[in-house]
């Protein structure tokens, strides 16, 4: 606990430069009268500290002491420092670190990137979830888990859960699941319940984990042509890849992309309302239109 503390005392001063013993003590935690005889125990161990008296007074340390970084180039401590920031940005408490960093590299840290898992208005609950699965990842502690199927039924599973996975503008959890005896991707937000169980596992399943593409999932794709009106342009840039989109001179867009012809597209297509023409191939048109009056007789007074 003491060498941590001394430590970190150098770490604060090759960061500030210069430090006055009360400031030193509220930053430590620790009584002023300890902080000076951390100072001789440093200087007794040959760190170059020393102690000023007056108004601008304070614990320094002489200039130009560092630690040797000259395994680190100047790229590669810059590196290291934004992969500690991005730590931080994903909501991991690493602010000592980033404060040891910056004093050994004699760098500021830079908050250079924000990263939020939760989705807009529901920040504690999504928070609280992600929080619940990184430790049971962490600690290789199985959870029980109430999931929502593609068919609307919801089973209840036991998972081993191995990592989180962002994909296509979702999270998913990837597990081996105790149920199937198999491995299994579970969309986060589809996850009605997760509670960790006093059961832990031991496997690392190196090698066995299957890669995050949806192989498995049968899909027969055809090219489907559309033509968006200019007032969703801020959708199909969201949802389609650049190169499949054609800017019309009256601002309209074309889009020409590979989809299965099912359920989901049809409704799919059918969101953008009156703001969308079928242009490819004829039978879809038919069959939005079949599904527009499912929808109109069923809302029927």
């Not at 400031?23 to 300890?34: D, G, I, K, Q």
């Not at 908050?111 to 504690?124: E, H, K, M, N, P």
């Not at 502690?141 to 593609?150: A, F, L």
Request: glycine fraction near 4%; charge should be neutral.
């Amino acid at each position: 606990m003491k060498n941590d503390r001394l430590f970190q005392l150098v770490y604060l001063l090759l960061e500030k430069g210069s430090m006055s013993a009360p400031t030193l003590a509220r930053e430590l935690e620790v009584s002023v009268r300890t902080v000076y005889r951390d100072v001789e125990t440093l200087s007794i161990a040959g760190v170059p500290i020393y102690t000023t008296t007056g108004k601008n007074g304070g614990i320094s340390l002489m200039e130009g002491y560092s630690f040797d970084k000259t395994l680190l180039s100047d790229y590669e401590q810059n590196q290291l420092l934004f992969a500690v920031q991005s730590l931080k940005a994903a909501d991991q408490q690493v602010d000592s670190l980033l404060s040891k960093l910056g004093g050994a590299f004699r760098k500021p840290s830079q908050d250079w990137i924000t990263v939020d898992f939760s989705r807009w208005g529901l920040t504690q609950v999504d928070s609280v979830r992600f929080e619940t699965i990184k430790n049971a990842i962490l600690a290789k502690q199985v959870m029980q888990i109430s999931y929502c199927g593609t068919s609307g039924e919801i089973t209840n599973r036991r998972i081993q859960p191995l990592r989180l996975i962002y994909k296509d503008k979702h999270w998913y959890l990837q597990s081996y699941c105790l149920k199937s005896q198999d491995f299994r991707l579970f969309k986060v937000r589809r996850i009605v319940e997760i509670k960790p169980i006093d059961e832990h596992f031991t496997q690392n399943y190196k090698g066995e984990i299957p890669p995050i593409e949806m192989a498995d999932v049968p899909c027969s794709e055809t090219t489907i042509k559309l033509k968006i009106s200019a007032r969703l342009a801020f959708r199909v840039y969201d949802e389609f890849d650049r190169e499949h989109i054609t800017v019309m001179p009256d601002g309209s867009m074309l889009v020409e992309a590979c989809f299965p012809i099912d359920s989901w597209v049809i409704s799919y297509i059918f969101s953008f309302g009156t703001d969308v023409e079928i242009l490819q191939p004829p039978e879809l048109r038919y069959q939005l239109s079949e599904y527009a009056e499912k929808i109109s007789t069923h809302h029927k007074p």
